[in-house]
């Protein structure tokens, strides 16, 4: 009973402080409902397929996830994510986890207006008080994290390098992982700085 209390103890400390998920590890939350732009709630384990689940925190407004005059925006990626997604097995869900924006830009109600405007193929989820975000160790807006089969971490970071302007050529971080772990092959760079803006917790 003691070690059953000192590893939930553990836990709670770890999601408290906003620890990093680990490669290899499962998130909590697996079966938690979050309301959905979709007109329903969903969970983790209700979105996975066969090969896994992608999940991408993303939001409303964030020059990253919208676009600029000199960045096109990942969104403009996310349909087409979902599309190989599916062709691949593996689900996804976007999760807007900006609690300190809830009544504002990232409303649910807002929510609703961007996801059919940009024509969501996927779950849109509200993440309440950032407990998902801080599950993973989510820091951007976008964050990509791949989960396989069992639900095991093996990618997080950016979706690709189109925000370095020094690259000498685009890599599709995120792409590869998904084709790799569809092929049941060792992803090769399974790791990544997510870039973006920060996800607005509420803190005291």
Not at 31 to 53: V, W
Not at 85 to 96: F, Q, R
Not at 130 to 145: D, E, L, R, V
Request: with cysteine.
């Amino acid at each position: 009973m003691k070690k059953t209390l000192s590893v939930l103890f553990c836990l709670l400390c770890a999601i408290s402080l906003n620890a990093q998920l680990k490669l290899g590890a499962i998130p909590l939350m697996l079966d938690d409902q979050l309301q959905s732009t979709m007109g329903e709630t969903t969970s983790l384990n209700d979105a996975k397929k066969a090969n896994g689940i992608l999940v991408v925190f993303s939001c409303n407004t964030c020059p990253f996830v919208v676009g600029t005059e000199d960045f096109p925006g990942w969104e403009r990626q996310y349909n087409t994510l979902y599309d190989l997604a599916e062709s691949l097995n593996i689900g996804m869900i976007l999760v807007n986890s900006n609690e300190a924006k809830r009544t504002g830009v990232d409303s649910y109600e807002e929510m609703l207006k961007h996801s059919q405007a940009q024509h969501y193929k996927m779950p849109y989820l509200v993440d309440v008080n950032s407990t998902m975000a801080n599950i993973f160790g989510a820091k951007t807006t976008p964050h990509a994290f791949l989960l396989n089969a069992k639900m095991e971490l093996v990618y997080m970071g950016s979706i690709d390098n189109i925000w370095d302007k020094q690259r000498k050529e685009d890599v599709p971080y995120l792409v590869n992982a998904m084709q790799q772990l569809a092929a049941q092959k060792k992803i090769k760079m399974d790791s990544t700085a997510p870039k973006g803006c920060g996800i607005k917790r509420i803190t005291n």
